[in-house]
């Protein structure tokens, strides 16, 4: 039976590991070379020959915060494990609410590697931080590594309410 046109959702919250197969319990191959999986917080692993290598997909990390002030503040956290090595993509825009027309939004990439028990570290350059931001905006959106995680950070604005939104997609693998 082919699963190529098929389309397998689920609700709620995360459950165990889901092997698709087929009515002849075969596990199911890719259609050209491809299986797509759509939804909000999607996880994917995949596994070679022999269990030779594997990768984990985590698509969707939705992270909210309001600042009140200019004090710097976790917006999202990303955790590496002992020897992986992460790829982290993430959109982050800011709503002011008392002043009309008044937003920042910014995306960013960077490379984290945790090798063993040291702290996680960025590989070469984030790629970019490419802040857009209002008129007179002293609002800031940053990266850093601490330990074994990668941080999302903002800054906001003295006495201004900032309500700040991240979507986070973090490409996983471990080193063999």
């Known amino acids: 039976m082919s699963q190529a046109g098929k389309a397998i959702t689920a609700g709620g919250a995360a459950g165990p590991v889901l092997t698709l197969t087929a009515d002849n319990a075969v596990a199911v191959t890719p259609f050209g070379g491809t299986i797509n999986v759509l939804g909000d ?14 990768i984990t997909i985590s698509s969707g990390q939705t992270d909210l915060l309001q600042t009140i002030d200019a004090t710097q503040q976790t917006l999202a956290t990303i955790t590496l494990a002992p020897n992986e090595v992460v790829l982290v993509n993430s959109q982050v825009v800011g709503a002011y609410q008392a002043a009309s027309n008044a937003a920042i939004g910014g995306d960013f990439e960077v490379l984290v590697r945790k090798q063993g028990a040291a702290g996680a570290a960025i590989i070469g350059n984030i790629v970019p931080i490419a802040a857009i931001k209002s008129n007179g905006s002293t609002a800031q959106i940053t990266v850093a590594t601490a330990g074994n995680t990668v941080t999302v950070r903002v800054t906001g604005e003295a006495a201004t309410t900032i309500n700040w939104k991240s979507v986070t997609t973090v490409v996983r693998q471990l080193a063999p």
Request: glycine share 22%; net charge neutral.
């Open 41 to 54: 917080g999607v996880s994917i692993t995949t596994t070679g020959n022999n269990g030779t290598h594997s």
